[in-house]
């Protein structure tokens, strides 16, 4: 609704991916005990996305797969403030963030040596610099079969 101050709105989210934390606010902790799966991931990840839902998406997956922690950015100068405070393990970059694109994060994280994948709705048409190349790129929306085979591509 339209408000003097403001737009003002409800959001209603499913109560699995609500869940307690006395992290930071923008990390969440990996559930306690661990899910029996073999992890992908180790340590913090970092999310780049402009999308609340689909972020919300991602951090579970990358939680099953093993991050200790997840944070989030939306916005090139947001998610370079994280890195300076949280040096990630692992980071899902959604190339297209609106008015800019991830590639200064990208490269970022290519100069510290931290793993990567790009994210896209133009798959493999995707304008990925050659200095970026050997980034896996997955299609959008995330599933987690594609960032395990990404995943895979990383290691090998």
């Known amino acids: 609704s339209f408000d003097l101050l403001g737009v003002r709105a409800r959001f209603v989210i499913p109560?699995?991916?609500?869940?307690?934390?006395?992290?930071?606010p923008d990390a969440v902790a990996a559930p306690e005990g661990g899910s029996g799966v073999s992890p992908g991931i180790r340590g913090t990840a970092l999310i780049v996305e402009d999308n609340l839902i689909i972020a919300m998406n991602a951090e579970v997956i990358l939680l099953e797969l093993g991050a200790r922690r997840v944070n989030t950015a939306a916005?090139?100068?947001?998610?370079?403030?994280?890195?300076?405070?949280?040096r990630p393990n692992f980071a899902l970059l959604?190339?297209?963030?609106?008015?800019?694109?991830?590639?200064?994060?990208?490269?970022?994280?290519?100069?510290?040596?931290?793993?990567?994948?790009?994210?896209?709705?133009?798959?493999?048409?995707?304008?990925?610099?050659?200095?970026?190349?050997?980034?896996?790129?997955?299609?959008?929306?995330?599933?987690?079969?594609?960032?395990?085979?990404?995943?895979?591509?990383?290691?090998?």
């Open 75 to 86: 916005s090139v100068a947001d998610a370079l403030t994280s890195i300076e405070r949280d």
């Open 94 to 156: 959604d190339l297209n963030l609106g008015s800019e694109n991830s590639i200064p994060i990208g490269r970022k994280l290519a100069e510290l040596g931290v793993p990567f994948i790009f994210a896209t709705g133009y798959g493999e048409r995707a304008p990925i610099p050659p200095e970026l190349g050997n980034a896996p790129v997955i299609q959008k929306p995330y599933i987690r079969v594609a960032i395990e085979a990404a995943l895979a591509k990383l290691k090998a």
């Open 15 to 24: 109560a699995n991916y609500v869940q307690r934390s006395k992290a930071p």
